[in-house]
């Protein structure tokens, strides 16, 4: 079956960097994007971007182009997130997910979330 | 950009009542590229129906998807305790990224 699987929960200092991942299994990877969508506690969902695992098309949200950065490695199945100079609301639970063939942001599978904390 | 607009905020209900829950965009969405999502507290969110219309794989046919053009209804029928979470409606397609705020369905 089709599973995300996300690395664990991070405590930064404020300016510093985080770099999340998101290991894929049970589907061709490179035949789907994915997505970075992050949750503040108790707030809802917030798109970041997403990343074709195909070629090196990207797009990112205007809130965040200047810090983030979506990789993928096709030799690990492995999608990755790296947000920098981190700010204490930058603290939520970041999900990646899987883009449904076919459209750019509908959401098929998720990932468990990672938590990163941003705390002095 | 389009912006996505729930209601209510909360429902309370009880189990075995119907739920409808309503996602209102300010301008039509095109090709009806209209999906909802569950989340259950500490969990993922889960795709439920996109299309408006279409359950996605393994949902249960209790959840309904309606609606066209700026108004779209989720109706979830003979609520179970599993229901209970906050449902996110979302415009998807190219260049088109908006979850509504959510609706939180509580007992």
């Known amino acids: 079956q089709v599973q995300l699987v996300q690395s664990g929960a991070e405590v930064k200092k404020p300016g510093a960097s985080v770099k999340v991942s998101c290991k894929a299994s049970g589907y061709s990877f490179d035949s789907y994007g994915i997505s970075w969508v992050r949750q503040v506690p108790g707030q809802g969902l917030e798109w970041m971007g997403w990343?074709?695992?195909?070629?090196?098309?990207?797009k990112y949200s205007e809130k965040f182009q200047d810090r983030v950065t979506m990789t993928t490695d096709t030799s690990t199945a492995t999608a990755f997130m790296e947000l920098r100079s981190l700010r204490s609301d930058d603290t939520a639970v970041y999900f990646c997910a899987r883009i449904a063939r076919g459209t750019h942001s509908l959401y098929d599978h998720w990932g468990q979330g990672t938590l990163v904390t941003v705390s002095s | 950009e389009i912006v996505l607009t729930q209601s209510p905020d909360t429902l309370s209900l009880s189990p075995g009542e119907r739920a409808t829950l309503s996602c209102r965009a300010s301008e039509s969405v095109r090709n009806n590229f209209l999906a909802w999502y569950q989340q259950i507290p500490g969990q993922a969110p889960r795709l439920l129906i996109y299309g408006a219309s279409t359950r996605a794989t393994g949902i249960p046919d209790r959840f309904t998807g309606s609606g066209s053009g700026r108004d779209f209804t989720l109706t979830i029928n003979r609520l179970e305790p599993e229901d209970f979470a906050v449902y996110y409606c979302q415009r998807y397609g190219t260049s088109a990224y908006t979850f509504g705020q959510g609706t939180k369905l509580e007992i």
């Open positions: 990343a074709s695992v195909y070629n090196d098309n990207r």
